[in-house]
């Protein structure tokens, strides 16, 4: 089996505060691997090490084979990334900002205008190309901003909370293209969500961190079949969550995180 992402003890202090707590995992090339957790549990930490924007502070990654720290460079050149935080601009139509990442990515102008044809239709947004973003709505934007981070395809994509603040048809929608990604381009996917029904329905693989470490990981029948609910029925996935989860009941977030939170929420719509 080959591997698109490796890490190593991978840790992570602010000061005398552990955020990621020696982490080795494995994510296999073409597989969606979702990670669960709590807020503060070292997710998003964990991500941005992973995506170069923070770097170690001991243990190792590899992604495709490049360093995330010796490598950098090379590792963005392979990765996508799609945070939480809205990254399309209203102010620009669906085709300019396509325009825009890919000249940051440095796609050849010869082949722009075919590659962002070809990521529109892949998301169904070839007739709202032409629209202000600020105009779409909130299962458009995200789409949008999937195709950004897939324009110079990359064999891994990373996505923060794919369909937070989403209604059920929305998230439906961005379910069924990130299948598709996976099925008709053999990208591999790292991605974090609170909703179990989602890590469910896309996940071939799941861990969950609790405090900074992964207390556990396999596939979804594995997760399960590790815990059995008050009558011995088989276990459910928001079973096992909160089986490894059990002595965090109550959330860290700040009034900062909240905040953040609920302003994606209504950026979203």
Same mark, same amino acid.
């Given at each position: 089996?080959?591997?698109?992402?490796?890490?190593?003890?991978?840790?992570?202090?602010?000061?005398?505060?552990?955020?990621?707590?020696?982490?080795?995992?494995?994510?296999?090339?073409?597989?969606?691997?979702?990670?669960?957790?709590?807020?503060?549990?070292?997710?998003?930490?964990?991500?941005?090490?992973?995506?170069?924007?923070?770097?170690?502070?001991?243990?190792?990654?590899?992604?495709?084979?490049?360093?995330?720290?010796?490598?950098?460079?090379?590792?963005?050149?392979?990765?996508?990334?799609?945070?939480?935080?809205?990254?399309?601009?209203?102010?620009?139509?669906?085709?300019?900002?396509?325009?825009?990442?890919?000249?940051?990515?440095?796609?050849?102008?010869?082949?722009?205008?075919?590659?962002?044809?070809?990521?529109?239709?892949?998301?169904?947004?070839?007739?709202?190309?032409?629209?202000?973003?600020?105009?779409?709505?909130?299962?458009?934007?995200?789409?949008?901003?999937?195709?950004?981070?897939?324009?110079?395809?990359?064999?891994?994509?990373?996505?923060?909370?794919?369909?937070?603040?989403?209604?059920?048809?929305?998230?439906?929608?961005?379910?069924?293209?990130?299948? &598709?990604? &996976?099925?008709?381009?053999?990208?591999?996917?790292?991605?974090?969500?609170?909703?179990?029904?989602?890590?469910?329905?896309?996940?071939?693989?799941?861990?969950?961190?609790?405090?900074?470490?992964?207390?556990?990981?396999?596939?979804?029948?594995?997760?399960?079949?590790?815990?059995?609910?008050?009558?011995?029925?088989?276990?459910?996935?928001?079973?096992?969550?909160?089986?490894?989860?059990?002595?965090?009941?109550?959330?860290?977030?700040?009034?900062?995180?909240?905040?953040?939170?609920?302003?994606?929420?209504?950026?979203?719509?």
């Amino acid at each position: 089996m080959s591997f698109i992402l490796t890490t190593q003890a991978l840790t992570r202090r602010f000061g005398d505060i552990v955020a990621v707590d020696r982490v080795s995992v494995s994510v296999a090339a073409g597989e969606v691997f979702g990670l669960l957790g709590r807020n503060a549990a070292g997710k998003s930490t964990l991500i941005k090490m992973l995506t170069t924007l923070l770097p170690p502070t001991s243990g190792q990654a590899a992604v495709a084979g490049f360093d995330i720290v010796r490598e950098a460079a090379r590792v963005r050149r392979v990765i996508g990334y799609v945070p939480q935080a809205l990254s399309a601009d209203g102010e620009l139509t669906g085709y300019e900002n396509l325009d825009v990442f890919a000249r940051l990515y440095d796609i050849p102008r010869a082949e722009r205008k075919a590659r962002i044809a070809e990521a529109l239709a892949f998301m169904d947004l070839s007739q709202a190309a032409g629209r202000l973003v600020s105009t779409y709505s909130g299962g458009m934007i995200r789409r949008l901003e999937i195709a950004q981070a897939m324009l110079h395809r990359p064999p891994l994509l990373f996505l923060d909370e794919p369909t937070v603040g989403l209604d059920p048809v929305a998230r439906a929608a961005v379910w069924s293209h990130i299948a &598709r990604l &996976r099925a008709e381009y053999g990208t591999s996917i790292f991605l974090t969500t609170h909703y179990m029904d989602e890590a469910e329905r896309l996940c071939t693989r799941l861990a969950i961190m609790q405090r900074g470490a992964i207390v556990v990981a396999g596939a979804v029948d594995e997760l399960r079949a590790s815990v059995r609910s008050g009558d011995n029925a088989a276990a459910t996935l928001d079973d096992v969550f909160a089986h490894y989860t059990q002595d965090q009941r109550e959330s860290k977030d700040t009034y900062g995180d909240t905040a953040d939170t609920r302003r994606t929420l209504e950026r979203r719509g």
